[in-house]
């Protein structure tokens, strides 16, 4: 007997589909924000002074600690940032190469003319480059007040948020 069937083309998985891939940078980049104002918020107890300032870098070090280790939760939290960068940026890289090779050495003969092509433009080339210099950015923040090894502007010491910042704002590259 001959199998007469017409060849299926090749099954993908649900997790490689283009949709799932958007869908993780979009629940990530959720994560990060939320994150960020967070983070935000924290850093608004600077302007308290140096007694609350110090106490909130405390607090959160403290937090649940009868349940979770001391400083448990920001290693819990620094974990989760993490995955969700590396799930954000392995999307971003898996969708480029999936762009380029489907467009391949063609390059789009119409050009369509008005401003919003212009701005979509502007916006589809700028993403990338804005997220490699906000992930530098966050390699320098994390150097310099979470693991102290870069240490422009002063003397920093674990334990002194609140002069850790002031000193790392004396220098105008450092807060430009």
């Avoid at 891939?21 to 994150?35: E, H, N, P, Q, T």
Wanted: glycine share 8%.
């Amino acid at each position: 007997m001959v199998n007469t069937s017409v060849p299926s083309k090749k099954k993908r998985a649900a997790f490689s589909t283009t949709v799932f891939m958007k869908r993780l940078m979009a629940w990530s980049g959720l994560f990060f924000i939320v994150f960020v104002l967070f983070h935000a918020y924290g850093n608004t107890h600077y302007f308290e002074g140096e007694i609350a300032y110090d106490h909130y870098a405390y607090f959160l070090r403290e937090l649940l600690v009868p349940i979770v280790p001391h400083g448990g939760v920001l290693w819990i939290l620094r974990v989760l940032l993490l995955a969700c960068l590396a799930v954000h940026a392995g999307s971003a890289f898996h969708l480029w190469i999936r762009n380029r090779k489907a467009r391949g050495t063609d390059r789009y003969a119409v050009k369509k003319p008005g401003a919003e092509y212009f701005a979509s433009r502007y916006a589809m080339r700028t993403m990338r480059w804005g997220g490699v210099i906000l992930l530098l950015f966050v390699v320098w923040h994390i150097l310099q007040f979470t693991t102290l090894t870069l240490t422009p502007g002063g003397h920093y010491e674990h334990g002194r948020a609140y002069m850790n910042m002031w000193y790392g704002f004396q220098l105008w590259w450092v807060y430009l």
